[in-house]
């Protein structure tokens, strides 16, 4: 079985490290630190999970996964939050707030992006 292809979007230094170390050896994973970097990603790469921040300076998360369901409708979307609220919903078919547990953002990916490889 070939592994899962993530696209993962974070503008915070921290986060980002935390994430490609946690992420990286699990999946096929590219990671940006921008919403204008992940839209030009999704229009060259086929992804079966996009993992987006909410709040990045330009093009936010909410625009990345509104993109990525346009491109890429079969791709799990995952938005990364500070604030959870049901703004972003609409987009997402998963909401995860920070901090969280990096075992359970792995587990989360797994099960539902994992539904695309198998």
Known sequence: MRRLRLLVVEDNPLVFRALR????????????????AALAEILEHDFDAVLSDV???????????????EVQPTTFRILLTATPE????????YVIAKPCSLKELVATIEHFGGTAVR
Not at 22 to 29: G, K, M, N, T, V
Not at 55 to 65: E, I, P
Not at 86 to 93: K, N, S, Y
């Open 86 to 93: 049901a703004r972003g919903l609409e987009v997402a078919d």
């Open 55 to 69: 709040c990045m300076a330009g093009v936010d998360g909410r625009r990345v996964l509104a993109a990525v369901r």
């Open 21 to 36: 170390r946690a992420l990286a050896p699990r999946f096929e994973a590219t990671f940006v630190t921008s919403g204008r």
